[in-house]
């Protein structure tokens, strides 16, 4: 029989491209791609999915703010989006944009599926364009979206809506008993309160007219685009076949019990509620767990065109080099809340972490097993029980951590094996007496060996690269130092 390896789903959120990435989509994805090379270091078979969201109204007033045809200016941007493979060194198997054909078949076959619950009622409401949502009155803060500090239009029109509602007990229950399992617990019970008061109808579509003509049309109603959220949402399976490859969409999402959503805090509901009762009403299996990540401030502020403290993560990977920017995000940033972002914190952890700690360690390492004294390998088994003791322990609290999303803590606990390997240098001194001490000499090569396997869903390049010093015994630094 044919052996089948456990499958891994994981998608990123499709950012919007109404500009080019900032850090804060730069830490979502760093975040997925770790999860990504993590599990397939485990053996499994992963699918791990981004792309972008193409379709919103707000793409359509940037277009038409920089003067450029939409189709040409959502092209432009997605494509810098896409780029980001090669800047951040991401492993994602598939980049799906919402304009694509495959896509809208399977916004059609969703929306015919969900048939019985879409109505249609003349609607007045407060629209953020920023968010692309409607807000009740209540949501705001002094009368301001709480996203974007923008003062909602007063929109009136005739649109489709979804009977949510009929959805309430079932998601409540879903998401009680972890079976739709919201990680950290905080938005789990920030999802369970805002189920306890209640959920209405959702409106999902727009007048063509206000759309200014740019998105997916409703079947059977071109006077109406369907609403982003059950549009972009729908890319997690159709860019799994939903709608043209109906094995591969089975075999991955309808079958498959390991599906995974990284998402920001500020689309917890549409993924938690809108998405899965979307799901129900199509009698589709729904993802498993949604992992809910913070924002990146930005000097204590929220990152914003106003404030003019974007930063690129483009220039930082140019300045940096892309490990030291996956090394901030994962390390600095808290997995679950919000995390801020300064260059003398980047410039800390280069110097300290990465310069000093890891690179200092393995080009002593290396030094000392150049010395022509010593013959390598000796032996591929750690001869010091400490060592070996050391080494299990950090694997163990390594993969807890990955486990529990928590990538500061797995780093930590490499960091951990790294300052045991320059205690152990100081106390065995291999450079005196060397022809005595090549069994320590040896263990800390093979210690290194398995910090490098370790960084690698982190650190790909330069997991990398320790392992091909290692087999040359040259070393070049690793984090050379800054001007
Ligand atoms: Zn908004």
Redesign the pocket.
Known sequence: MEKKNKKFYISSALPYVNSVPHIGFALEIIQADVLARYHRSLGEEVFFLTGTDENGLKIARAAEEAGVPVEEFAAKNAEAFRELKGILNLSFDDFIRTTEERHIKAVYKLWQACQKDIYKKKYQGLY??????F?KEEELIDGL??????K?EIIEEENYFFKLSKYEKQLKNLIEKDILKIIPQTRKNEILGFLGKGLEDICISRSSERARNWGIPVPGDPSQKIWCWFDAVVNYVSALGYGSDDKNFEQWWQENNNKLHIIGKGILNFHALYWPAALLSAGLSLPNILFVHGYVTVGGQKMSKSLGNIVDPVGLVKKYGVDTVRYFFLREISPFEDGDFAYEKFEERYNADLAKGLGNLVARVLRLAQNPNVKIPMSNQIQNPNVKKEINRTKKDYERALGEFKFNEALKAIWELIGFCDRYIEQERPWEDTENKLPVINDLLLAIEEVAKLLEPFLPETSQKIITQLQLLESTPLFPRLD
């Open positions: 953020c364009v920023g968010c692309e949502r807000y979206c709480p996203e974007h500090e923008t909602p």
